[in-house]
């Protein structure tokens, strides 16, 4: 073993625990978010007892859920019911590698890395089917074949509406996205060029979006009034902490993407807004906006999830290929014309 | 050298481990779990090969797509077990099929090892951009644009044709 | 970088594999995914040759075959769900009538 090899794996190994790190901290703060904003909108208090304003309520629960005992129901295929919450959380982790936090902090800026957030995150529905299988249980038994269903529908929506961008800035890389939304004014994201045609693309991701990670209007996969709890329903302890964990993740990642995608990335609305910065300070301000930018579609997820009522399955199911897919190939073609009949300056 | 040897023998063991699991395991669910784990080893080794889009899009339609559709398929039947009846009508089938796939195996090797494909020239620099989406996407659409436009026939007539066989007669 | 003939070797096993899972065994979905099996190691084999020979055709080879996969895997599957409601059981060997 040389030095230098070991010096790489070990920067790696350094940058995936701070990944790590980052993921738990922001699904902690998610949730303690989650249950403020949902406790003001339907005028309650939500926690505010343990630490300042409830800040330590999650650590806390965290706490609880591990101590918590670890039941694996009689009947239950033991392995699989074991590996199942893994299955389901290592893409939602693995996602992050190239996820652009700000200018130079990515972990690795792949050259496919739109296609390998919709590829390792497709991955997780076969966690959940397994979860929903293994338990032995009809709740969540239904809950898987409503999660098999539902995430393969919505999966061609989304990558049809994520085609849209990488088709106008020319590139698959985060990076290279990012780079074409640049110059400055908020005028120069996706979001507000291209007659519309992102914006569109936007809203049909984010309806897709909040399908795959089984959100308020569409989350009929855990449907706590019809099937208890769905695929998740026999899980408790460690193991349910991780299907809880991923499910902040991901909805972490869906915001994140459409910050990336449609909304400029880490760059400044406003130039005078640290766009002409260099080194560290470039870095710091361009991962505030970031984090900024994405905060703010992580509020319209809880204000949807507090306001929304869920959908039928039928509805679901006939929303997804009768309306959503349609429109997402009517944007692919649409976007390919203007493209490639130059009426957008790229 | 060394380490893409070391990378090659483990991706190579857990692929063919895992391939023979598929064809022996007594359980559909476990037999779809591990053909996961094969494909998953075989776009590792497409990542070896330089050939990123491709790996990706393996993950994309296998894991994500195909086998969701076999698990969908194997619980919708409850095939857990039992379905096989042990009264085979060819029994010499079981055991003449391991001889012959020894056959068919040597005769792969054969025709990779010699003649035509020993021509295969040694490993050099790769062109910019090898692997990656572009590249794909030209050739997709100029040499090859006549079996693309075939594929969409296919995929819509297999479209078709599945809707025709879920549709329930009345 | 290692040779060829590594590569193909595993693909030609991956393939025997495939073959004897279709032979051996008698349970459609298994038999199903040996093909799966099958069309992979014919997979690895093309981007085998691509990478060795330094042209990107066999990618696109690799991209219809999944395609073609796909297509396969849908109406195969609406096939084995149709014989099972049909007759409630779907041993192979007891398929060998040529009318429903």
Not at chain 1, 16 to 43: C, D, E, N, P, S
Not at chain 1, 273 to 278: P, Y
Not at chain 2, 148 to 157: D, G, M, P, R, Y
Not at chain 3, 8 to 19: C, H, K, M
Request: charged content about 10%; proline content about 4%.
């Amino acid at each position: 073993m040389n030095k230098e090899l070991l010096l790489t794996a070990g920067i790696h190994l350094l940058v995936a625990i701070v990944i790590l790190g980052f993921i738990l901290f922001v699904v902690m703060y998610m949730i303690w978010g989650l249950r403020r904003i949902m406790g003001f909108m339907q005028v309650r208090i939500g926690p505010n007892r343990l630490g300042w304003q409830g800040l330590l309520q999650t650590p806390a629960d965290a706490l609880k859920l591990l101590q918590k005992e670890d039941v694996i129901p009689k009947g239950a295929d033991r392995w699989l019911f074991t590996i199942a919450p893994i299955i389901v959380f290592v893409p939602a982790y693995m996602v992050y590698v190239v996820m652009p936090f700000g200018d130079g902090l990515i972990a690795k800026d792949l050259n496919i890395g739109i296609l390998y957030v919709s590829a390792i995150t497709s991955i997780a529905v076969i966690g959940i089917v397994i979860a929903g299988w293994a338990s032995n249980n009809k709740w969540s038994l239904l809950g898987a074949f409503r999660a098999a269903a539902q995430l393969v529908a919505y999966e061609v929506p989304m990558i049809l509406a994520l085609c849209v961008p990488v088709i106008f800035a020319g590139s698959l890389r985060m990076g290279g996205i990012i780079e074409a939304q640049e110059g400055g004014w908020f005028t120069n994201w996706f979001i507000f060029r291209g007659y519309g045609i992102p914006a569109l693309a936007f809203l049909i991701y984010m309806a897709a979006g909040l399908a795959e990670v089984n959100h308020i209007p569409f989350d009929i996969m855990e449907a706590e009034s019809e099937l208890v709890a769905g695929f998740n329903v026999e899980y408790s302890g460690m193991k349910f902490a991780l299907f809880f964990l991923e499910e902040f993740a991901a909805a972490f990642t869906i915001c994140a993407i459409a910050v990336t995608l449609f909304f400029g990335g880490w760059h400044a609305p406003f130039p005078f807004l640290g766009e002409n910065l260099t080194g560290i300070a470039k870095m710091a301000v361009s991962l505030f906006w970031f984090l900024a930018k994405t905060a703010v579609f992580v509020f319209v997820l809880m204000w949807i999830r507090a306001t929304w009522p869920r959908v039928r399955v039928d509805q679901l199911m006939n929303f997804g290929w009768k309306v959503m897919i349609p429109m997402g190939l009517f944007i692919l073609l649409a976007a390919g014309t203007v493209v490639t009949l130059g009426w957008v300056k790229l | 050298m060394i380490a893409e040897l070391v990378i090659f023998i483990i991706l190579g063991i857990v692929a063919v481990s895992s391939a023979f699991a598929v064809i022996l395991s007594k359980n559909p669910v476990y037999a779809v779990l591990f053909l996961v784990i094969n494909f998953f080893a075989l776009a590792m080794l497409y990542l070896v090969l330089s050939a990123q889009f491709v790996a990706f899009i393996q993950i994309l339609v296998y894991a994500g797509a195909i086998m969701v559709l076999f698990l969908f398929v194997v619980m919708l039947l409850n095939l857990t077990g039992a379905i096989e009846s042990l009264q085979d009508k060819l029994p010499a089938q079981r055991w003449l099929a391991p001889a012959l796939g020894m056959v068919l195996l040597v005769e792969i090797a054969v025709v990779f090892l010699s003649g035509f494909f020993a021509q295969v020239p040694e490993a050099s620099e790769l062109p910019e951009g090898f692997g990656t989406s572009a590249p794909v996407g030209m050739l997709l659409f100029s040499r090859y644009v006549l079996p693309f436009e075939v594929t969409s026939a296919v995929l819509l007539i297999a479209m078709v044709g599945s809707i025709v066989l879920a549709k329930r007669r009345p | 970088m290692l040779p060829a003939y590594p590569y193909l070797i595993l693909s030609a096993v991956l393939f025997t594999t495939g073959t004897l899972g279709v032979l051996i065994r008698r349970n459609p979905i298994i038999m199903f995914m040996s093909i799966e099996l099958m069309l992979n190691a014919a997979n690895l084999a093309f981007i085998t040759f691509a990478r060795y020979q330094q042209s990107m055709d066999g990618h696109v080879f690799v991209f219809i075959v999944m395609t073609v996969a796909a297509a396969e895997v849908a109406v195969g599957l609406g096939i084995i769900v149709a014989i099972f409601r049909l007759r409630g059981n779907i041993n192979v060997d007891e398929l060998d009538e040529m009318k429903g």
